[in-house]
């Protein structure tokens, strides 16, 4: 079951959104959390609120989302 939080103080409607992979390229990635992020903190979301794996960033689209929201999809992920 994916957890949902919010990390760092910004409270910016968010441009992008921060896909973070685990694995390797050669062999079946797996999405472990995504995160967004305003212009200001993307650089931030990407070495920080991931866990260092493989982001993957896009344009944020669709429904307003706020910097620093995020979605866990790996159940041994804790915070």
């Known amino acids: 079951m994916p957890t949902f939080g ?3 103080e ?12 685990s694995g390797k390229e050669d062999e079946d990635m797996s999405l472990d959390r995504t995160v967004y992020a305003c212009e200001q903190h993307r650089e931030t979301a ?11 960033t896009h344009r944020a ?3 307003l ?9 790996d159940p041994r992920a804790s915070g």
């Open 6 to 8: 919010k990390t760092g």
């Open 10 to 21: 910004c409270t910016a409607p968010a441009v992008w959104l921060i896909e973070d992979y």
């Open 46 to 56: 990407e070495r920080l609120w991931l866990r260092g794996l493989s982001p993957d």
């Open 61 to 63: 689209r669709g429904r």
């Open 65 to 73: 989302n706020w910097c620093g929201q995020f979605t866990d999809y």
